[in-house]
């Protein structure tokens, strides 16, 4: 199986800073690999698939990059809405498997 | 719109059976594949398995190979997660989603159903 690891696993910021969220595959994902927006007792919610390609209806603070094995995602001028639990998830092969996440806090 | 209905939280005893349901709505059902995925408390998702509505057709991560059966009934746009021998460490929401692609298995699950709680508890 592909082991995700995701890195902070917690992050403290405040509105409008810009924070980033990364993420290490074990192997090779290509760019199959998608970042999720997950708030308390909710589903979570698809923001970017294929490393870089935007959800429709998601706002363009958010953005991603790869480079090799390691992927990231930028949120750039933090809103109130914004703090959640961000998941990447590979898409690669199966098992699809995601990272443990990344808890964004209001500091 | 796309609309992902699923049933009901239930509570089950150890070695026991649970069948979870997940209706469709607002587009071809049998155009997208559903993917089952679990979260347990404090955890992160963990994905079971996918169904090609269109042929029946399933995959399963090994870890659930021998305790899990998909199936869809397409006369209601409903597909099904069998998971059977369940034990305390079963105890999650489960999650039905929808993949983007028309026909195709990406595994970006873009439509999820709001979850069905399973607990198992003697």
């Known amino acids: 199986d592909i082991q995700m690891t995701q890195s902070p696993s917690s992050l403290s910021a405040s509105v409008g800073d810009s924070v980033t969220i990364t993420c290490r595959a074990s192997?090779?994902?290509?760019?199959?690999l998608n970042w999720y927006q997950q708030k308390p007792g909710r589903a979570p919610n698809l923001l970017i698939f294929?490393?870089?390609t935007l959800q429709s209806g998601v706002p363009s603070r958010f953005s991603g990059t790869a480079s090799g094995t390691d992927f990231t995602l930028t949120i750039s001028g933090l809103e109130p809405d914004d703090f959640a639990t961000y998941y990447c998830?590979?898409?690669?092969?199966?098992?699809?498997?995601f990272g443990q996440g990344t808890k964004l806090e209001i500091k | 719109q796309v609309q992902v209905v699923q049933s009901g939280a239930e509570m089950k005893k150890p070695g026991a059976s649970v069948i979870v349901s997940c209706k469709t709505s607002?587009?071809?059902?049998?155009?997208?594949?559903i993917h089952w995925l679990r979260q347990a408390p404090g955890q992160g998702p963990e994905w079971m398995g996918w169904?090609?509505?269109?042929?029946?057709?399933?995959k399963y991560a090994q870890k659930f190979q021998d305790r899990v059966t998909i199936t869809t009934d397409t006369s209601v746009n409903t597909a099904y997660m069998e998971l059977k021998k369940l034990t305390v460490d079963d105890t999650a929401v489960y999650y039905c989603?929808?993949?983007?692609?028309?026909?195709?298995?990406?595994?970006?699950?873009?439509?999820w159903g709001l979850g069905t709680l399973i607990t198992v508890s003697s």
């Open positions: 998830q590979q898409s690669y092969s199966t098992p699809y498997t």
């Open positions: 192997k090779t994902v290509s760019t199959y």
């Open positions: 294929a490393s870089s």
């Open positions: 607002g587009d071809v059902f049998t155009g997208y594949f």
């Open positions: 169904i090609n509505p269109n042929s029946g057709v399933t």
């Open positions: 989603a929808r993949d983007m692609v028309w026909h195709q298995i990406r595994g970006y699950f873009e439509y």
